[in-house]
């Protein structure tokens, strides 16, 4: 008489362990190819708007939030000098901070590839804004998983002035 029941719980227990995966709905798939499609090509245009440009000395503050150092933050100003970073200064003290923490921030060519990445990554939430003059990025926003905590990243890119 236990044998039937031992084989039905056994059954029940197997079947919850192979529960189908939940995956997204074709419409959500269809949604977030467009929003990667969209996002390629403000991305081009703005790319190809600041290349036009042809600005390779300039400065701008750039700050950052997301879950990491205080002085990893900024905001700090950071100076291009025929295309490559010659300085990245703390706004509060003037002083030079630590030019590791802004590397991956420190020309709009790598600001642009930070878009890029996050598109190839098919980040959950990409958000960026584009000066419409000179085609920089002012503000990007990304959270490449939405269901994990502090991997956010809110980037400020203000001021930005060419140098001569």
Known sequence: MRLPIVIGAGLVMSLSLHTPVISKSPIVVAQSSARSQNDSQQLKTNQRLWNRQNISNYRYTFSRSCFCTAEARGPVIIE?????????????????????????????????????????????????????????????????????????????????????
């Open 80 to 164: 291009v000098r025929n295309g490559r970073t010659t300085s990245v200064t703390s706004v509060a003290t003037g002083q030079p901070v630590n030019p590791e923490f802004f590397q991956k921030y420190d020309t709009v060519p790598r600001l642009f590839d930070v878009i890029r990445d996050a598109i190839a990554k098919k980040a959950d939430s990409l958000d960026v804004k584009y000066n419409s003059t000179l085609g920089y990025p002012t503000q990007i926003n990304i959270d490449y998983k939405s269901q994990i905590a502090d991997e956010e990243e809110y980037l400020t890119i203000e001021n930005l002035q060419q140098t001569y």
